[in-house]
């Protein structure tokens, strides 16, 4: 076979089936091995949260390529390819594919085989295609195994569209959704995983009925099968991390509560948090927002349930009794207002805005924005006015007030 061969291929007609929303990521897998003949070697890195179908995606590309002609090494798949097996001098006249599945899963000797083969295994015809988890860690791994004569391709998997997250949970029941069996699949923010577990679990639990309006979900139960699944999602975490995102699930409403985490969980700084809200978001488990929130409501309401339900009570109980708390220790953990943020407070009081403030001082509007927001949160207020009350309005006093709400916007 030969470079133009592979060029008359349709990257998503060779298996037969359509890898539902992953066109475009296929067709850079399709365009690597186009060239593979052209460039001194390709290496291609998949990268996806917990389940978001990175080993789906190395399986149909390998039959895609294998479809076009080429040379794949299947045994790489899950495991760190021997020296014996990719190394030998290549006799096949098209390109090679070489994959390895997961490895930020290997072993230290796993990975320092992988790193014998990938210096004797490069070069024009050969295209490596490796998948690993997001997260620093893993991004450290692929600088470790990068060849500087290589060309480097990295392609996300990200969540499915509406669209496509219904059509493969129709490929799965094989019959059309009915409204709320839509929603449900819906509700799963387009998760490969979930939508999976959800629709497969529904089925073979008995939990959807097909009727003339489509396939129904019968009950309001979340089948047991997606429950294991998030459990096996949880495993995979820190027990700090399970314990963080647990009591986010218990306790938050439809955004993520940090700093009432954080005080039940006893951190005494939010910076505390960051290691674990990274591994959350990792493992699939929280979105990479300017807020952490969860990925979807279905995978908040997993977490949750998963929390026996009397400690799900003492949780909530706990949460709610927080702030009165916080107010009634507000004035004795308040701190002293600095230069800068005294005399915004001062030029918001007679009546200037962001901008008009941002000239009068000779900083950027964004950094007065900033500043009145630490100043909402600490004080405890939703409003410019109150703020101004909370700190002027007392004879000067300038510990943080106890009334107000959080998180609120100036």
């Not at 070069?123 to 997260?135: F, I, K, N």
């Not at 500087?148 to 391709?153: A, G, M, N, T």
Request: proline share 6%; charged share 25%; with cysteine.
């Amino acid at each position: 076979m030969n470079a133009v061969a592979v060029r008359e291929r349709d990257p998503l007609s060779v298996t037969g089936r359509r890898l539902r929303g992953r066109g475009s990521e296929l067709s850079q897998v399709l365009g690597a091995l186009r060239n593979a003949e052209d460039r001194v070697g390709s290496a291609i890195h998949v990268v996806g949260q917990a389940g978001a179908g990175k080993t789906r995606f190395l399986q149909e590309c390998m039959e895609m390529a294998a479809g076009l002609g080429c040379e794949v090494n299947g045994a790489a798949l899950y495991t760190a390819p021997s020296g014996g097996t990719c190394a030998r001098a290549r006799a096949h006249a098209g390109p090679t594919l070489l994959v390895v599945d997961d490895i930020d899963r290997l072993s230290g000797l796993e990975l320092n085989n992988l790193s014998m083969v990938r210096g004797r295994t490069w070069g024009p015809g050969y295209v490596w295609l490796m998948s690993r988890r997001t997260g620093p860690e893993a991004r450290r791994l692929e600088a470790r195994l990068s060849l500087p004569q290589e060309k480097l391709v990295r392609i996300p998997l990200g969540g499915l569209g509406a669209t496509e997250a219904a059509q493969l949970a129709v490929d799965i029941v094989e019959a059309p959704l009915s409204p709320p069996l839509a929603d449900l699949v819906d509700r799963t923010g387009g998760h490969p995983g979930l939508v999976v577990e959800l629709v497969t679990g529904l089925l073979e639990e008995g939990m959807v009925r097909i009727c003339d309006t489509g396939a129904v979900p019968v009950g309001r139960e979340l089948p047991e099968r997606l429950h294991s699944w998030m459990d096996s999602v949880l495993a995979e975490c820190t027990s700090e991390c399970r314990q963080f995102v647990r009591v986010l699930a218990t306790c938050g409403g439809d955004g993520v509560p940090v700093e009432r985490a954080g005080a039940l969980l006893g951190a005494e700084r939010p910076a505390a948090l960051l290691p674990l809200v990274d591994e959350a978001r990792a493992n699939g488990i929280l979105t990479r927002g300017p807020e952490p929130a969860f990925q979807s409501a279905i995978t908040r309401r997993l977490i949750a349930e998963s929390v026996p339900l009397g400690f799900r009570r003492a949780l909530r109980e706990e949460a709610d009794a927080a702030p009165a708390a916080d107010r009634s220790s507000a004035g004795h953990r308040g701190r002293r207002l600095t230069d800068k943020e005294r005399e915004i407070v001062g030029l918001i009081a007679e009546g200037l805005t962001s901008r008009q403030v941002a000239r009068r001082m000779l900083i950027s509007p964004n950094t007065v924005d900033y500043h009145v927001k630490k100043l909402f949160r600490a004080y405890r207020v939703s409003c410019r006015a109150e703020l101004v009350h909370a700190v002027l309005g007392r004879g000067g006093a300038e510990e943080p007030g106890r009334e107000g709400r959080r998180h609120a916007d100036p």
